[in-house]
C-alpha cells in the first residue's frame, strides 16, 4: 500500500503526539556547568535517573524506562567500544549523540511499522576547562541540540525553556550546595508548568525558581520523592569522575525544600 505526503505527514505527527503525551509526566532534569564540574539534577520516584556514560559523561533523561534504558546501554556499549579500538579522548557525546544513537532514534521514529522511542536524553560531558563542557539533548525522534551553560528536559518545550532561563541565571562559581538548591527550583517550576496543563496547550508559565509556589511544588513533591544528582568532579584525580551525591551531602539543601522553606 502506498501513503500520499498527506498520509505520511498525518502518522507522523500521531507518532509525535504519542511520544509527546509520554513524556509528559517524566520527571524534569536540570543540567548545570560549574567550575567545580558538571552537575544533572531531579526528583526521582522509584527507578535511578542520572547514569554513567563515560569517564567524563553522564546522562538522565525523562520517558518510558525500557527507552531510556535502550539508549542507555547503547550509549555504554558505543563509548566503551570506541574507547578500546581507538582512543578515550575519540569518546565524545558529539560522537554519541551524533553518530550513533540519533540515526537510530531518526530512524525508528519514522517506521510505521515500530513503535517510536518516548524518550528525552540529556548527555552532560566535562571538558578540560570549564568552557569546554558541553551538554547535548536528544529527542525522541533523532534531533539533538548542543548548549554549555546550562540544559534541561523536561515534559512540555515551555517547561524546558523556563527550566533553561532559571538556570542560565545561576553563576559558574556557584557552590555545589547553591547549585542544587537552584537545579530544585527550576525543577519544581517545570513540573508546575507541566501538571497545571493537562491539555498540553503550552499556556502555564509554572512558577518563578525561588517563589511560593515554586517551593511549595517542591515540598509536596519531596514529600514521596527522592532528590537525585549526579557530579562529574572536575577536582577529583580518579580517571572516572562521575559520582552520585549521597544523602549526607544533600541534608543541608533538601531538608530546608522538604520543610517549603526556599531559604
Not at 48 to 71: C, H, T
Not at 175 to 202: C, E, I, K, N
Request: aromatic share 6%; with cysteine.
Amino acid at each position: 500500500m502506498m501513503l500520499s505526503p498527506y498520509d505520511f505527514n498525518e502518522a507522523i505527527n500521531q507518532r509525535r503526539d504519542h511520544a509527546e503525551e509520554g513524556l509528559r509526566q517524566g520527571s524534569p532534569v536540570a543540567g548545570l556547568s560549574l567550575d567545580l564540574g558538571v552537575l544533572l539534577i531531579t526528583v526521582r520516584r522509584t527507578q535511578r535517573k542520572v547514569y554513567e556514560v563515560y569517564d567524563r559523561m553522564m546522562l538522565s533523561a525523562v520517558g518510558n524506562q525500557s527507552d531510556i534504558e535502550a539508549v542507555r546501554i547503547g550509549a555504554v556499549d558505543v563509548a566503551h567500544r570506541e574507547g578500546y579500538q581507538r582512543s578515550p579522548d575519540d569518546v565524545t557525546a558529539q560522537r554519541l549523540v551524533g553518530f550513533s544513537l540519533s540515526p537510530v532514534l531518526k530512524e525508528l521514529f519514522r517506521d510505521q511499522w515500530r513503535a517510536p522511542a518516548v524518550v528525552r536524553a540529556v548527555f552532560a560531558e566535562m571538558g578540560q576547562l570549564p568552557a569546554d563542557d558541553a551538554f547535548f539533548t536528544l529527542n525522541y525522534d533523532g534531533e539533538f541540540v548542543r548548549s554549555s551553560r546550562c540544559a534541561a528536559v523536561a515534559g512540555t518545550p515551555e517547561a524546558e525553556a523556563l527550566m533553561a532561563e532559571e538556570l542560565a541565571a545561576v553563576p559558574s562559581d556557584a557552590s555545589l550546595g547553591d547549585a542544587v538548591r537552584a537545579g530544585l527550583l527550576a525543577w519544581a517550576g517545570a513540573w508546575q508548568a507541566v501538571t497545571s496543563d493537562p491539555g498540553g496547550r503550552g499556556q502555564a508559565p509554572g512558577a518563578p525558581a525561588g517563589s511560593a509556589d515554586a517551593v511549595g511544588t517542591l515540598a509536596e513533591q519531596l514529600k514521596d520523592g527522592r532528590v537525585e544528582v549526579g557530579l562529574l568532579d572536575r577536582a577529583s584525580r580518579r580517571e572516572s569522575r562521575f559520582r552520585r551525591l549521597g544523602e549526607e551531602e544533600l541534608t543541608d539543601v533538601v531538608a530546608p525544600l522538604r520543610r517549603g522553606s526556599g531559604e
